[in-house]
């Protein structure tokens, strides 16, 4: 369903895991080929909370 954002040359991607400090440890990776029909949920590894705590400390 995405093939033309793919294909469109404006439009960069950029795989979150490159970006420091966004992830603790590796996200698990899923197959789009294995995934259920009704998608699937990853369960975080802290609560979005803890973002903004850092966040406000950094400043």
Do not use: C, K, Y
Not at 24 to 40: C, M, Y
């Amino acid at each position: 369903h995405a093939s033309w954002a793919v294909a469109n040359e404006d439009i960069e991607f950029v795989d979150l895991e490159e970006i420091p400090g966004v992830f603790r440890e590796p996200l698990p990776r899923v197959s789009l080929d294995h995934l259920p029909d009704g998608g699937a949920w990853l369960q975080p590894f802290r609560p979005l909370t803890a973002l903004l705590s850092n966040r406000q400390s950094q400043e």
